[in-house]
């Protein structure tokens, strides 16, 4: 090899190595929010923006409604533009939502198919995950009250993080997908108040 293509095969490890080094000193983002801080940064400013997939548990369910385009919507119309768009929706929760988020389901007929449900009575946290880049865990339920989305005298206190540390949202992922995969059904001593359990062992077995 030439000085010049030895010159040049060092330049190229060079702009590798500093490639490298910039990804792995990318500064992660790992920040407390609380209240009205929920509904803005996870709802408004990034569920809208997931491309791959989203999954979302919580406990309470209830018809919730957020901004678009400067109208409020029911958040099941953010979901189904999701589907649309060929996101993949995962939706974990506790109980039954309410009528008026039955009604508003109805709607969307596209989230028959294009969103997916498990309800499981044990369910008590609360996560978004998208794209496997980003998570919230804390304390709000999918709800107005929960999520910020009421007014500031109605609402709840909630507070929880938002990052992309990945080792983190790794986690939070794990937690989900072990309860959606039906790790701990075959054990599970509340199976009296679950309708699904039997279809998601039924699942495992295939």
Same mark, same amino acid.
């Given at each position: 090899m030439d000085r010049r293509l030895r010159g040049l095969s060092r330049l190229f490890f060079w702009f590798l190595s500093i490639q490298f080094l910039w990804?792995?000193?990318?500064?992660k983002m790992l920040?407390?929010?609380?209240?009205?801080?929920i509904y803005q940064k996870v709802l408004c400013e990034r569920i809208?923006?997931?491309?791959?997939?989203l999954w979302i548990a919580t406990s309470d369910l209830k018809d919730?409604?957020?901004?678009?385009?400067?109208?409020?919507?029911?958040f099941l119309e953010i979901l189904s533009d999701l589907t649309g768009r060929n996101v993949?929706?995962?939706?974990?929760? #506790? /109980?039954?939502?309410g009528k008026?988020?039955? %009604?508003?389901?109805?709607?969307?007929p596209n989230l028959i198919n294009g969103m997916e449900r498990i309800l499981c009575p044990r369910v008590h946290l609360k996560a978004v995950i998208i794209d496997g880049e980003f998570a919230y865990t804390g304390s709000a339920n999918l709800t107005g009250a929960g999520m910020g #989305? /009421?007014?500031?005298?109605?609402?709840?206190? %909630?507070?929880?993080?938002?990052?992309?540390?990945?080792?983190?949202?790794?986690?939070?992922m794990e937690q989900f997908d072990?309860?959606?995969?039906?790790?701990?059904?075959s054990l599970c001593g509340r199976k009296k108040f679950c309708a699904d359990y039997k279809d998601i062992l039924a699942e495992r077995k295939l």
């Open positions: 990804k792995f000193h990318q500064k920040e407390f929010i609380t209240d009205r801080e809208v923006k997931a491309q791959r997939f919730l409604y957020v901004e678009k385009r400067g109208a409020m919507v029911p993949e929706i995962r939706l974990l929760h #506790a /109980k039954e939502p008026a988020f039955r %009604e508003d389901f109805d709607k969307y #989305a /009421k007014s500031e005298h109605k609402r709840n206190f %909630e507070a929880g993080i938002i990052t992309d540390e990945q080792i983190i949202v790794s986690e939070v072990s309860i959606w995969r039906g790790t701990h059904c």
